[in-house]
């Protein structure tokens, strides 16, 4: 059931309540503060002229819906949108308040400025759900590419900011000039004001509008060379400082066995993956192999939800099916075996191959206690590895090019493997 009510408590302060949650509006008519879960708002405007503002003051929700302004024969208001966790749009007004009425929300979203905030609004919500599943899930795509002769940085690499800055439009262009209008055209016979305010507008729209263009142009190209720079000096850093310290480690080590333990210690300490993870291991200098045990994260952790559009151009946001949960885990594990064997062979060319044998925690039916499950082993031969585009792979088809041991079942579960004991 979709409801509104206002509460008068005393003079100048009253209760709101929406399926949006409670909040207080205080104050006057032209002069109010509205406190909610949104946010704190300030109202100020002027009692029968229509002119109204409203913004926000303090907020808790960590973003400001954007606000416009929708001016038509059947309708002259602000309007800003909002979306739950399913995709649901909601319609405020500009005191904050939810709009419920049906034949105004018909009127709203046939509206251009309902259409171009729900879009917005919609490719924001569908861009954070993407890019928080891939972060978690494509981890193998930050697998570093292979050293050939002496060492790579191993710390992340810098990654260019996108120019954030919208590219102006016709509609911010007009409301720019309407508002250079009042001010320089005005005159005695005040009752054409309007229609030389309108004649104004129009007659610099196009030029103006195109300088708004190539300034935004001459910005962002201004950005993005910068941001370039920024990562070429970041990228000479990391790698001055990997250099010194593989410097400090080959000297205080007694033997390359030795080195190649002391840069493991290290590495594990600096890597930051946004999933938990522990990792054992043992190398066998005489041969170059290295065994790594791999302690995965939990199927627990992953994100749960997932987005689609839907055919009127909204989306649809969704728990994952339990089949859809497990082919991600899936994907997020297999893909930590190459993140990890690219990382690690990038130590020394010392190391020929590496075996990577992955657990996890599962509940055993018989003690009813957690008991480490083996769920694939892999060698990685380094030869192998060095022609593969590891970016462009499919990391459960990717163990096809090694030997190893994985029993996956039609719904994307591991079941639980004996692992390799020693590479042979």
Not at 234 to 251: A, G, M, N
Not at 371 to 385: A, L, P, Q, T
């Amino acid at each position: 059931m979709r409801f509104q009510k206002r509460i008068t408590i005393t003079k100048g302060l009253s209760l709101n309540i929406s399926p949006s949650g409670l909040s207080f509006t205080a104050g006057v008519k032209g002069a109010s503060i509205n406190v909610g879960s949104k946010g704190v708002f300030l109202n100020t405007g002027i009692p029968g002229t229509g002119l109204s503002d409203r913004r926000q003051i303090l907020g808790t929700s960590g973003r400001k819906p954007k606000s416009k302004r929708i001016k038509s024969n059947a309708i002259d208001m602000n309007i800003s949108l909002d979306m739950d966790d399913t995709g649901k749009i909601f319609i405020y007004d500009e005191h904050g308040d939810e709009i419920t009425d049906e034949n105004l929300m018909r009127k709203i979203k046939k509206t251009d400025i309902f259409k171009e905030l729900s879009e917005d609004l919609c490719n924001k919500k569908k861009g954070e759900i993407e890019e928080e599943n891939s972060k978690f899930i494509h981890i193998f795509k930050y697998t570093p590419g292979m050293m050939v002769d002496g060492f790579l940085p191993m710390a992340e690499e810098y990654e260019i900011k996108p120019y954030s800055v919208p590219e102006p439009t016709l509609d911010e262009c007009r409301a720019m000039l309407e508002e250079k209008a009042k001010k320089e055209v005005s005159s005695l016979l005040f009752w054409t004001n309007d229609e030389k305010r309108h004649e104004y507008v129009e007659s610099h729209m196009a030029t103006e509008y195109q300088k708004l263009l190539e300034k935004w142009q001459k910005d962002r190209d201004d950005f993005e060379a910068r941001e370039k720079e920024v990562k070429r000096a970041d990228e000479l850093k990391k790698k001055e400082e990997y250099e010194k310290i593989q410097k400090e480690l080959h000297e205080k080590s007694a033997s390359p066995e030795d080195y190649i333990n002391k840069s493991i210690e290290h590495l594990l300490k600096s890597i930051a993956l946004p999933l938990e993870f522990s990792l054992d291991y043992e190398y066998d200098g005489t041969k170059g192999y290295l065994l790594v045990d791999l302690d995965l994260p939990e199927i627990e952790h992953l994100p749960l939800k997932k987005v689609s559009i839907l055919s009127g151009g909204n989306i649809s946001i969704k728990d994952k099916t339990k089949k859809e949960l497990n082919q991600d885990y899936l994907t997020c594990v297999c893909g930590l075996a190459f993140f990890f064997a690219g990382t690690l062979f990038n130590i020394s060319t010392d190391i020929k191959k590496i075996l990577i044998s992955a657990y996890t925690q599962r509940v055993n039916i018989k003690t009813g206690n957690k008991d480490n499950e083996y769920v694939y082993s892999v060698v990685f031969d380094r030869n192998i590895f060095s022609g593969l585009n590891i970016a462009n792979i499919d990391p459960l088809k990717g163990f096809d090019n090694f030997e190893h041991i994985i029993n996956v079942t039609s719904s994307g579960e591991m079941k639980r493997i004996e692992p390799f004991h020693s590479i042979t």
